[in-house]
């Protein structure tokens, strides 16, 4: 089914999977009692890791879809129609957005509270598909390795600087617009570092779509996502370490201190690999 109709199953079922556990996150956030909050415990510990394996998981498949949504069509640069679709959907993320987080009663008296000008993760997405039609555009026109080149590249760099704009207050902006970058205020998710794992996603969606009918691209995909994924988790803080080592740089021992964007990465990449291993079993018809 997946060669007749070029339709990646998998990443469905990732992003069917990374809402449930968004859903479930928040479910058992807000009733499990302080008193089973314990790290200790193995079930509350697996609970939590899983939790922060979601949003990373949300994202990178966000940017993913997107992404090959955007490629898959003969058009190119503004002739493409996808451009029009995902200006309307980036404006409608961050429309609703900012309608969720609207206090009707306050509206009734003429007030907006702080809270409606926090960011979070529709707001972050919808930045994050306009971010990446704006990175197409600029690369429609070179090669074809720019574009891939460009996202990825946007990664990486988002992910090693974290430690230096994560301080940041970005007092000069006006509150609204500076909870887009900083957290300081109160935002859960702000876009950078957060437009990373979609641009990752894109890279991601690019490598598919050019190699989508190798018969080899699954096995490949899988030993790569597998082999990079536990390679950032277990050797990425030890290999920046030894980079701080040998430069002296701070900003390499500052990404060990909190090394949580490249971890959760790898994290990603694993999700990714598991579900391309049983993609066979999300075609079969159910009963």
């Given at each position: ?62 940017g993913f879809i997107f992404t090959y949504l955007l ?217």
């Amino acid at each position: 089914m997946e060669q007749k109709t070029n339709r990646l199953h998998f990443i469905d079922a990732i992003r069917a999977w990374a809402i449930l556990m968004m859903l479930q996150g928040h479910f058992v956030d807000g009733l499990l009692d302080p008193a089973f909050r314990d790290p200790q415990n193995g079930v509350y510990s697996l609970w939590l890791y899983f939790r922060g394996i979601t949003a990373p998981v949300f994202f990178t498949v966000s940017g993913f879809i997107f992404t090959y949504l955007l490629i898959r069509v003969p058009q190119t640069g503004f002739e493409n129609p996808r451009i029009k679709k995902g200006l309307k959907r980036g404006l409608q993320l961050l429309l609703i957005g900012y309608l969720l987080r609207l206090n009707l009663f306050g509206l009734l008296q003429g007030k907006l509270y702080d809270a409606f000008f926090l960011v979070d993760v529709l707001h972050c997405i919808g930045i994050s598909i306009m971010a990446i039609i704006a990175v197409y555009l600029l690369t429609a026109k070179l090669r074809k390795w720019a574009l891939p080149l460009a996202l990825s590249g946007i990664s990486i760099i988002l992910f090693l600087f974290e430690p230096l704009y994560s301080s940041w207050t970005f007092s000069a902006l006006p509150e609204g617009i500076a909870n887009y970058f900083t957290r300081s205020n109160g935002s859960v998710f702000t876009v950078i570092p957060w437009v990373g794992y979609t641009a990752f996603g894109g890279f991601l969606a690019v490598l598919f779509r050019r190699y989508l009918s190798n018969k080899n691209l699954y096995s490949t995909a899988i030993w790569l996502s597998l082999i990079t994924g536990f390679s950032l988790i277990y050797f990425s803080s030890p290999f920046f370490y030894s980079l701080y080592e040998l430069s002296g740089i701070s900003l390499f021992r500052d990404i060990v201190s909190n090394n949580y964007l490249f971890i959760r990465l790898g994290d990603v990449l694993i999700v990714f690999a598991v579900f391309m291993l049983i993609r066979k079993m999300l075609t079969q018809p159910t009963l």
